[in-house]
């Protein structure tokens, strides 16, 4: 996935603005310049609410899962290690998960 240019939109808008006056006075065609403005300018404004809510729900996530690796996850590996035998299958790959879960 792009992100979309805030530069290119803007440039986008004011050539078919420049256009639209080359249009009106008569030098042009009338060719709907003004509907495309309108439907570039709404799909952009549509984008750049999007990305804020994307934005809000990556922060949501990350503080979930923080919560949960703190919470739930971290006291449930230490439980099952105190509770396992050092030596055993389990123990050592508990073990390697406790590292790689340093890791987040």
């Not at 570039?40 to 549509?46: A, F, I, K, N, W």
């Not at 990350?62 to 439980?79: F, H, N, T």
């Amino acid at each position: 996935m792009k992100a979309l240019s805030k530069r290119q939109h803007r440039t986008i808008i004011a050539t078919l603005q420049q256009l639209n006056e080359l249009a009106q006075a008569a030098v042009l065609p009338a060719d709907g310049f003004i509907q495309h403005i309108q439907s570039l300018g709404e799909r952009y404004s549509h984008y750049e609410t999007l990305l804020v809510q994307l934005a809000d729900c990556i922060v949501e996530y990350e503080a979930m899962q923080k919560d949960i690796r703190v919470s739930v996850i971290a006291p449930a590996l230490r439980q099952a290690r105190k509770q396992l035998d050092k030596d055993s299958t389990k123990a050592i790959e508990l073990k390697q998960q406790l590292i790689s879960a340093q890791g987040f």
